[in-house]
């Protein structure tokens, strides 16, 4: 069984910056893959980001250039690093692991507004 637990949502400036951290107890390895999708309210959940066990990245058009991924296998935390937020950034943020299953977490919220 794994536990992920996100931190580090909250309220912004348009323009402002970010950081989510997701940590995961339980057994997962570095060849694990793990990521961020988010949810907007009446809105589909979508895929922000993902990070394979070799490190490579993926990221969701809209966010490309702005959001950076990252992951510390020693800590078996991945990162989100948000800058350049923009109000439509304004959503439920959920990590996920992949192991023989997939695993969540709570969700966090990050409100992007004036």
């Known amino acids: 069984q794994v536990h992920l637990v996100e931190s580090g949502g909250g309220l912004v400036q348009p323009g402002g910056s970010l950081r989510l951290s997701c940590a995961a107890s339980g057994t997962i390895f570095s060849f694990n893959p793990m990521g961020w999708y988010r949810q907007a309210p009446e809105k589909q959940r979508e895929l922000v980001a993902r990070?394979?066990?070799?490190?490579?990245?993926n990221y969701a058009d809209s966010v490309k250039g702005r959001f950076t991924i990252s992951r510390d296998n020693a800590k078996n935390t991945v990162y989100l690093q948000m800058n350049s937020l923009k109000p439509e950034d304004t959503a439920v943020y959920y990590c996920?692991?992949?192991?023989?299953?997939?695993?969540w977490g709570q969700g966090t919220q990050v409100t992007v507004s004036s």
């Open positions: 996920y692991v992949l192991t023989d299953r997939l695993f």
């Open positions: 990070i394979s066990g070799g490190d490579s990245t």
